[in-house]
């Protein structure tokens, strides 16, 4: 069965320090990805996202991805944390050809001062 | 991106009720989506509303407890019917984007007691 896995429920990081969120996937094909974040009593906002070509993806605010085809994994990364980065992230998973997402169950960041 | 908007925001209903949540695009889009997201879990849809057909249902949802409308390109209602505690949940709404990405509403927090 397709599933999303993000490991980690919970992440504390100090505001200047590096993050990196887990995602691993479990599909027959090479999937779409995405990451997304939701920031308290807010909707989602899209970071980033795959499809195919380069392996490392870049997003909006300062956000970027690597699809590791062998790990079947697609990590979240960020150099620097800032303290508005707090939020819940979501990786999600589509076939290709199709907007039918599965999401993973979240993982939120906490920044400390 | 398209801006999507949600009414109500929240709402605070009696079981037995019925909630209908309106959903409002700024731009044509042909694929509409709603979601549930129950407190501190992922995201799972509902149902993909396409306009001038009926909307196709995930499993475990049925027509008659979350009918949906889907008049034109821009507009989308979801009803939440016969609620009963376990509905409490916020709801989303989303569109489909150009390259398979989603964009979503700010959602809709409902509290049945």
């Known amino acids: 069965a397709q599933s999303v896995t993000q490991p980690d429920i919970h992440i504390t990081v100090s505001e200047g320090a590096s993050l990196e969120l887990r995602c691993n996937y479990s599909?027959?094909?090479?999937?779409?990805l995405f990451w997304y974040v939701q920031s308290p009593g807010q909707g989602l906002q899209l970071l980033l996202k795959?499809?195919?070509?380069?392996?490392l993806v870049q997003g909006i605010k300062g956000f970027e991805a690597e699809f590791k085809r062998s790990q079947s994994s697609f990590n979240l990364r960020k150099p620097s944390v800032h303290w508005s980065d707090a939020a819940e992230y979501f990786c999600?998973?589509?076939?290709?050809?199709?907007?039918?997402?599965?999401f993973g169950t979240g993982t939120r960041l906490k920044v400390l001062a | 991106s398209a801006v999507i908007s949600q009414k109500p925001s929240r709402d605070i209903c009696q079981r037995g009720t019925s909630l209908t949540i309106q959903c409002q695009v700024d731009?044509?889009?042909?694929?509409m989506f709603w979601y549930r997201q129950q407190p501190g879990q992922s995201l799972t849809l509902i149902a993909t509303?396409?306009?001038?057909?009926?909307?196709?249902?995930e499993s475990g949802f049925v027509i008659d407890k979350f009918p949906i409308s889907r008049p034109n390109l821009t507009f989308s209602t979801l009803t939440v019917s016969n609620m009963s505690p376990e509905d409490s949940s916020i709801y989303l709404c989303?569109?489909?984007?150009?390259?398979?990405?989603?964009?979503f509403g700010p959602g809709t927090r409902l509290t049945v007691t």
């Open positions: 989303s569109v489909a984007g150009s390259t398979y990405e989603q964009y």
């Open positions: 599909y027959g094909a090479t999937p779409y």
């Open positions: 795959y499809f195919s070509g380069d392996t």
């Open positions: 999600a998973v589509a076939s290709s050809g199709t907007y039918k997402y599965i």
């Open positions: 731009s044509q889009v042909t694929m």
């Open positions: 509303a396409n306009q001038g057909s009926e909307a196709t249902y």
